[in-house]
């Protein structure tokens, strides 16, 4: 971040604004400490700024947050409006970094860590990058060096948009027939993302036009490919062509890639001189091993498998599992069937989010899409909330007693939340209560997310039942579980999840001397460097690789971006060497591995009663990033030169 950088992110945004009675509304209905910044980046009165900070209180501090003075309240907003009406609109000027510091800290009632300032500042969206080919002084790829990357989802779009920037040829290979990745294939009744909106979104492309707070998938999906409309992206796909293996070829330092047509199986190999895997990690279906499965005669649909023209009205369903996707789906449908049974196979804690059912409105939508500098102000504010500061519930606190129950202040304070939510939704159901409340400690895997008309009003409904005795087999026309109990129904839902091991799926991929990392890795012993590399596989990159998912908190957004941009920089080592391949040493591969450990006994998902996907056979957690956010973005800046090899 530039010392004294002033944001100046794109923005529809022109001054001064002439709807006046729309900016009114949008004043009384828009967040208060987001409207805070907008005047205090103008006006710099740090006075007046710290007058406010009293009453700002972080939403996980132990003492009760205050409300502004309804009469400061309004004072701002007449300030603000008189600025923003101004005829003649007000200079923006650079902004000290201390001020700076201090107006974050001020919104979200914190302190800001000077260290994790050029994160925030990034992620924000404040201030277009410029493009990588156009800094000076760089040394431009030469001519034809070619980027392939394997998936277009919300990775391989970003890859192939920071790619074109620096001046790569690259090309995507998706196995659809369309972009999007995991919002193109779910389609589920009900689907949609637990991240707010307004952070699951590319800090480089913010949507102010956002529906609701919580978007459901087919708007994700809308906004992922008008941003690859946007950069062009689609001339650069093979649609319905699948990666089937890459061999690194020592003799002339490419990568040699088959691949194989969707449609006739035919295959072929193209040449690339570095391959970036963004192929996602919730993309292969896990199907329960039930007897007699198979013989089921009604359809039977994986969530990710979706029939959408499938009419499920008066119909008796069924539906077996009850993390996310299940939470998702019983609620939009309960309601039109005739009976819906939902077998439970394990418990997973639910967490009331009431932003989850709500929509934003057309104020809020004229504050984001008109008040200068809103939209990356409010950005900052849910990345707060709903990112870094959440890893309290996940790190365990060395002092803190009886972790059989909770783990620390924070995860014991979210866990109480939770239980209250709970008893008051089922006061009636205690049987219920006693079915879905885990006996491990909150966050240990990954929550549900609930609100009003959700998950746990659609347990109470009269035609639904949650099971919990375990499914023996599958009939033709049934489902009986082990204690004899049989449910006639028409349809299966496979609410079941992904298989995450092993890691490649059915990819191959050899490196140098022939080297091969599905043996290496084995079914589920996933490890890299950086969760990004492995030596002996030379510019081959992987994202949301082993140990980099951020399941404390959102951000895969982040992360993604986090990695592209090191991947990029460490082409760009290549290139500023005279080189031809780049790879991590092997005792950078095994330091970064052991830190990694070491750090997750201290985590959550060690602890004896949290059982995962995030966990191996052995009990290792070879998925989840146990660090924080801003840590990670931190160390994915630029390669370590003592911790690589270019040759």
Not at 19 to 37: C, F, S, V
Not at 146 to 169: C, F, Q, S
Not at 199 to 219: A, R, T, V
Not at 328 to 342: C, D, G, H, M, R
Request: hydrophobic fraction near 40%.
């Amino acid at each position: 971040m530039n010392a004294h950088a002033q944001p100046k992110a794109a923005t529809t945004a022109t001054l001064p604004i002439a709807d006046e009675e729309a900016l009114r509304r949008a004043l009384d209905d828009a967040n208060l400490p987001t409207l805070l910044m907008v005047y205090t980046g103008y006006v710099q009165d740090q006075a007046y700024l710290d007058s406010f900070a009293p009453y700002l209180t972080g939403i996980y501090a132990a003492e009760a947050p205050s409300n502004v003075p309804e009469e400061m309240a309004q004072g701002l907003r007449d300030r603000l409006f008189a600025l923003l009406t101004d005829p003649i609109p007000p200079v923006e000027r650079p902004i000290d970094p201390d001020l700076l510091r201090r107006m974050m800290g001020v919104s979200v009632g914190e302190d800001i860590d000077p260290a994790i300032m050029p994160v925030l500042y990034d992620q924000m969206g404040f201030e277009r990058p410029v493009p990588r080919k156009e800094l000076p002084g760089r040394i431009h790829p030469p001519a034809g060096f070619r980027v392939l990357v394997i998936g277009g989802g919300m990775t391989g779009i970003a890859a192939g948009i920071k790619l074109a920037e620096a001046g790569y040829d690259y090309t995507i290979i998706e196995k659809n027939s369309d972009l999007g990745g995991t919002w193109y294939e779910n389609r589920y009744p009900g689907v949609g993302v637990d991240t707010p909106s307004h952070f699951y979104s590319y800090s480089f492309e913010l949507n102010p036009d956002w529906s609701s707070y919580h978007p459901k998938g087919p708007e994700i999906h809308s906004y992922l490919t008008g941003v690859a409309d946007k950069y062009g992206i689609r001339d650069h796909v093979q649609f319905q062509t699948m990666v089937v293996a890459a061999r690194w070829s020592d003799a002339d330092s490419n990568w040699h890639v088959t691949l194989r047509d969707v449609k006739t199986g035919a295959e072929r190999v193209e040449v690339a001189n570095a391959v970036l895997l963004a192929h996602g990690v919730l993309n292969r279906w896990s199907f329960p091993n039930i007897p007699g499965i198979d013989s089921f005669k009604g359809p039977k649909m994986h969530t990710a498998g979706w029939d959408a023209d499938m009419d499920l009205t008066g119909k008796r369903i069924a539906v077996i599992g009850t993390g996310a996707s299940a939470a998702q789906l019983a609620p939009a449908i309960s309601n039109k069937v005739e009976s819906l049974v939902i077998f439970q196979r394990s418990k997973h804690w639910v967490l009331n989010n009431p932003d989850i059912a709500v929509p934003v409105n057309e104020n809020i939508h004229f504050a984001l899409r008109n008040i200068p500098h809103y939209k990356e102000w409010f950005r900052f504010r849910v990345y707060w909330f709903t990112g870094d500061g959440l890893y309290g519930n996940v790190k365990v606190d060395a002092d803190w007693p009886n972790k059989d129950v909770s783990i620390s202040a924070q995860n014991d304070a979210a866990r109480t939340y939770a239980l209250q939510y709970i008893h008051q939704k089922l006061a009636a159901r205690p049987d219920l209560i006693e079915k879905i409340v885990p006996d491990y400690p909150i966050f240990g895997k990954r929550i549900v997310l609930d609100a009003d008309g959700g998950w746990l009003d659609t347990l109470v409904k009269p035609n639904v039942t949650l099971e919990t005795d375990t499914i023996d087999h599958i009939e033709e026309h049934a489902i009986v579980t082990k204690s004899g109990k049989r449910y006639e129904v028409d349809v299966i839902a496979l609410a079941t999840g992904f298989e995450l091991a092993p890691a490649l799926g059915p990819l191959k991929v050899y490196g140098r001397g022939g080297s091969d990392l599905a043996a290496a890795w084995g079914k589920d012993e996933a490890r890299a460097y950086l969760g990004v590399m492995a030596p002996n596989y030379p510019n081959f990159f992987m994202t949301l690789g082993p140990n980099s998912a951020p399941n404390h908190a959102a951000g895969v957004n982040m992360v993604l971006e986090s990695q592209i941009h090191y991947i990029i920089e460490a082409l760009d080592q290549i290139v500023a060497a005279g080189g031809k391949a780049i790879e991590p040493t092997e005792q950078a591969y095994l330091d970064w591995n052991a830190k990694v450990e070491e750090q997750m006994k201290q985590m959550i998902w060690s602890h004896p009663k949290a059982k995962s996907y995030y966990l191996n056979s052995k009990g290792r957690n070879y998925v989840s990033c146990p660090f924080k956010l801003a840590d990670y973005w931190n160390w994915t800046r630029n390669p370590d030169p003592t911790a690589m090899v270019i040759s």
